[in-house]
């Protein structure tokens, strides 16, 4: 609710001079105006005068909020020009002229007829006019003036920002400051104490204070403990007017929190703790939980927990749980209640994060000793090792023993302890095991390159968990109340922790049972130029056994059979052999496949021994070694083509061969079309070779050839070179003397010709037959006849037949082999 107050405000205007107002001059001046419109304000006295005097009023204020019927008074405008006859008429224009504000055109009185609010606007420009009302011309020219609204106290204070959250940490000295509220005032500042505001606390004390003027609110006790009282809310209050009766005030709450410091050492709540403790606790497990209180909160109540000292530091640790700040005691190393019954423990629990402001509060930490019982349990037995390993020979009978497990009770009772195996998988069964002594037994014969080693679980259990029971047919008989069968006694379900289990492995031995034998089926190839002593294959061995009974083998031939002349073979020493040629040559159209049997033998106790036959195909090869081709059947055979694939290489032949018929048809038929002579010139020679694989009768053939064709002395005289190679230099023509036909000795004849075909290096290195005829006077192709190099000595080099193609490859390969015994 807005307060409004009364004015003495009494405005009258007076020709050049000011009027003051009832509130001073201190708060209103006068304004005069000429006719060039100067304006002296807010009490100045420098005024321009002119011959001619203007029209003056005063600057107007008007009241705020005010609440009366009848409009109100503002002021009053009058001009020099106005004699009191109504002549002069006044306008009024500008903010609020007609609406708010109202004027007496006749005597120039102003009135307000709404209620202001100077929060909403706290000044209006208007512009007012005197005119002749009989001519409406200006008397004056227009002017300006304003009106303020008058300020009065209709708003309280007001905290913007309220209520306030704000924490403070405990312990905190006398002074400390919390927060700074500010209340703001809507009225005016400069005038009056309408916005002047003074802040005391109404709430709070003696907890807490306020600054009047600033609004600090600050501690004013002493060491405020958070654990004694935490929160806090105080409030603040805001009064203008200086706080003078009369204002008006407003408030607001201010939410105190204590902050924790670290001001309150740990603490156990008992000096001494007793513990119970099974001795069949695990290692590893928590087997207790022990706290000390600390009042503070968050990380100033972080601790850690330490075993200081006792005879069970090296059997227990201790661990902080950050969650619920507990240690958790655990088992570090395996009770034993029959070895030691109590342990004695000192465990302390310190703060981590420390506050050296209080550290005259301290120590902040705390000392408690824990006595552990150890608790006696019936323990399962106890094997004398965590695992065992046992061995057992190969082919060993059934009932062979493989080795015996020992367990023992460990409780003071030491009862008896019996033994069987855990048949949960196959490998289980192949074994035995006595229920008393623990000797564990084969079931099978065992082969090691089948199964080489096997995993059992043995159990033992005290002879007092176990009851016997008869035998029926079909095995051991069971009821509701067992479950494992131990042999020829039954394992009651009543207490299933009491049973011990420990791994045993058993490797199975090996024996010299297995005899050698190749690593692989080999596929052996000799070259038809293969020289002796040349290796052909290299091959090794294999043993199932290991090593021990196998790592040495032996080759040789098989001594029952008489000695191979075309292969041999020689034993490396080194697990390997390798199989050599014996001799020179071979010839796939004489023997294509050879078969060479071979003994291996192990190294192992007894020695076994394996025959194998090796399989020796004869192929042609390259002069680099490789191979050309074998025979058909051997090639056929090692691709291992299907029937069907060879009906359809046959058909492919056919189909080829049909083609090629073809095409020599057409070939003789074009031949025949043409009238040109085949032979153009005597350069252009086509020689056809062909090769006769006939072989004469010897001396006593008399049928074959005719003797009479040898007497043509000239047709053996004349000098013919050969037309198969070009050769470098030309031999030089003999020269015989002349002769008829009657005188010539054809038995001197062969022999001279014979003689000269064993010096002739250039023909084939085996018996040829050469035949010695006329055959005319002259032959368009020339001879073929190697004859005429009988006499030279010719370095000729036959590689160059190996780039004419295939169809002269058998002849490169003879004159590479001549060629090759000549450098020898």
């Known amino acids: 609710m807005k307060i409004t107050s009364t004015s003495c405000i009494c405005p009258v205007l007076v020709c050049l001079c000011f009027v003051q107002r009832c509130y001073g001059a201190a708060h209103h001046g006068s304004i005069k105006v000429t006719r060039n419109q100067t304006r002296h304000i807010e009490g100045e006295t420098e005024v321009h005068h002119r011959p001619k005097r203007g029209w003056v009023w005063n600057q107007f204020f008007v009241l705020e909020e005010h609440m009366g019927p009848d409009p109100q008074y503002v002021g009053k405008l009058h001009s020099n020009s106005d004699k009191g006859d109504g002549s002069v008429k006044y306008i009024l224009t500008g903010e609020g002229a007609g609406t708010i504000f109202i004027i007496d055109d006749t005597t120039g009185d102003i009135h307000s007829t709404k209620s202001l609010d100077r929060e909403q606007k706290t000044h209006y420009v208007l512009h007012a006019q005197a005119i002749d009302r009989r001519t409406n011309k200006p008397l004056e020219p227009e002017s300006e003036f304003i009106i303020k609204v008058q300020d009065i106290n209709d708003n309280a204070p007001k905290f913007t920002d309220g209520p306030y959250i704000v924490t403070v940490p405990e312990m905190s000295e006398m002074g400390t400051s919390v927060l700074q509220v500010t209340a703001t005032d809507a009225?005016?500042?400069?005038?009056?104490?309408?916005?002047?505001?003074?802040?005391?606390?109404?709430?709070?004390?003696?907890?807490?204070?306020?600054?009047?003027?600033?609004?600090?609110?600050?501690?004013?006790?002493?060491?405020?403990?958070?654990?004694?009282?935490?929160?806090?809310?105080?409030?603040?209050q805001a009064k203008d007017m200086a706080g003078q009766v009369g204002g008006l005030s407003g408030s607001t709450t201010v939410n105190i929190t204590l902050t924790d410091v670290n001001d309150n050492p740990p603490r156990f709540p008992q000096k001494h703790y007793q513990l119970y403790v099974p001795e069949s606790a695990q290692v590893g497990s928590a087997v207790g939980k022990i706290k000390a209180n600390d009042a503070d909160t968050g990380s100033n109540a972080d601790m850690k927990y330490t075993i200081i000292n006792g005879d069970g530091a090296g059997v227990f640790s201790i661990s902080t749980d950050k969650e619920t700040r507990e240690g958790i005691l655990s088992l570090k190393k395996p009770l034993n209640y029959e070895k030691k019954k109590s342990y004695t423990l000192n465990i302390e629990g310190a703060n981590t994060h420390l506050d050296f402001r209080f550290s005259h509060l301290g120590p902040f930490k705390d000392v408690t000793m824990l006595k552990i019982i150890v608790g006696d349990v019936d323990e399962p037995p106890l094997f004398t090792m965590p695992s065992y390993l046992m061995e057992v020979y190969e082919n060993a009978k059934i009932g062979t023993a493989v080795g015996t497990v020992t367990a023992q009770d460990p409780d003071t009772a030491?009862?008896?302890?019996?033994?069987?195996?855990?048949?949960?998988?196959?490998?289980?069964?192949?074994?035995?095991i006595d229920a008393n002594t623990g000797t564990i037994k084969t079931a099978k014969i065992f082969d090691r390159e089948e199964t080489p080693w096997y995993n059992i679980t043995v159990a033992a259990s005290e002879i007092g968990l176990c009851k016997a029971v008869p035998e029926s047919r079909n095995g051991p008989t069971t009821d509701h109340r067992t479950s494992a069968v131990c042999g020829a006694l039954i394992y009651s379900g009543d207490n299933p922790g009491l049973v011990s289990h420990v791994p045993v492995g058993i490797r199975i031995l090996d024996v010299n049972d297995n005899p050698p034998e190749?690593?692989?089926?080999?596929?052996?190839?000799?070259?038809?130029?293969?020289?002796?002593?040349?290796?052909?294959?290299?091959?090794?061995?294999?043993?199932?056994?290991?090593?021990?009974?196998?790592?040495?083998?032996?080759?040789?031939?098989?001594?029952?059979?008489?000695?191979?002349?075309?292969?041999?073979?020689?034993?490396?020493?080194?697990?390997?052999?390798?199989?050599?040629?014996?001799?020179?040559?071979?010839?796939?159209?004489?023997?294509?496949?050879?078969?060479?049997?071979?003994?291996?033998?192990?190294?192992?106790?007894?020695?076994?021994?394996?025959?194998?036959?090796?399989?020796?195909?004869?192929?042609?090869?390259?002069?680099?070694g490789r191979v050309r081709t074998c025979h058909a059947e051997a090639f056929l055979s090692s691709a291992g083509l299907s029937t069907g694939a060879l009906i359809?290489?046959?058909?492919?032949?056919?189909?080829?061969?049909?083609?090629?018929?073809?095409?020599?048809?057409?070939?003789?038929?074009?031949?025949?079309?043409?009238?040109?002579?085949?032979?153009?010139?005597?350069?252009?020679?086509?020689?056809?070779?062909?090769?006769?694989?006939?072989?004469?009768?010897?001396?006593?053939?008399?049928?074959?050839?005719?003797?009479?064709?040898?007497?043509?002395?000239?047709?053996?005289?004349?000098?013919?070179?050969?037309?198969?190679?070009?050769?470098?230099?030309?031999?030089?023509?003999?020269?015989?003397?002349?002769?008829?036909?009657?005188?010539?000795?054809?038995?001197?004849?062969?022999?001279?010709?014979?003689?000269?075909?064993?010096?002739?290096?250039?023909?084939?290195?085996?018996?040829?037959?050469?035949?010695?005829?006329?055959?005319?006077?002259?032959?368009?192709?020339?001879?073929?006849?190697?004859?005429?190099?009988?006499?030279?000595?010719?370095?000729?080099?036959?590689?160059?037949?190996?780039?004419?193609?295939?169809?002269?490859?058998?002849?490169?390969?003879?004159?590479?082999?001549?060629?090759?015994?000549?450098?020898?």
């Open 187 to 236: 009225d005016d500042p400069t005038y009056g104490n309408s916005a002047r505001v003074v802040y005391s606390i109404l709430q709070g004390q003696p907890y807490f204070s306020v600054d009047p003027k600033t609004g600090v609110i600050r501690t004013a006790l002493h060491n405020m403990d958070r654990e004694a009282r935490e929160h806090y809310s105080v409030v603040i």
């Open 518 to 624: 190749l690593a692989r089926e080999y596929d052996i190839v000799v070259c038809e130029n293969a020289k002796p002593g040349q290796v052909i294959q290299t091959i090794t061995a294999t043993d199932k056994d290991n090593s021990a009974n196998g790592a040495r083998f032996h080759f040789s031939l098989d001594e029952g059979l008489s000695l191979n002349p075309n292969f041999t073979l020689r034993d490396n020493e080194d697990n390997t052999a390798s199989i050599l040629t014996r001799r020179r040559r071979y010839s796939r159209t004489t023997q294509d496949i050879y078969y060479l049997p071979i003994l291996i033998s192990d190294g192992g106790v007894p020695p076994l021994s394996s025959s194998s036959t090796l399989t020796v195909r004869v192929c042609a090869c390259e002069r680099d």
């Open 648 to 824: 359809a290489i046959l058909l492919c032949v056919v189909i080829l061969l049909v083609f090629s018929l073809a095409i020599v048809v057409l070939f003789i038929t074009l031949r025949r079309s043409k009238k040109e002579p085949l032979i153009i010139s005597e350069e252009d020679v086509r020689e056809n070779v062909v090769t006769y694989d006939d072989e004469g009768g010897g001396e006593e053939d008399t049928e074959a050839f005719d003797i009479t064709a040898l007497r043509n002395p000239s047709a053996a005289e004349e000098l013919k070179y050969r037309r198969d190679v070009r050769p470098e230099v030309k031999p030089a023509p003999r020269h015989h003397p002349s002769s008829s036909l009657d005188s010539i000795n054809v038995q001197e004849f062969i022999k001279q010709r014979l003689a000269e075909a064993d010096l002739d290096p250039s023909v084939p290195p085996y018996d040829s037959l050469q035949t010695y005829a006329y055959e005319g006077h002259r032959s368009e192709a020339g001879s073929i006849s190697s004859l005429d190099s009988v006499t030279t000595q010719s370095d000729q080099d036959y590689n160059y037949l190996g780039d004419w193609g295939p169809e002269f490859k058998k002849l490169a390969e003879l004159y590479g082999e001549i060629e090759s015994e000549r450098t020898t």
């Open 414 to 432: 030491n009862s008896l302890v019996r033994y069987f195996i855990d048949h949960n998988t196959e490998e289980d069964r192949y074994f035995t």
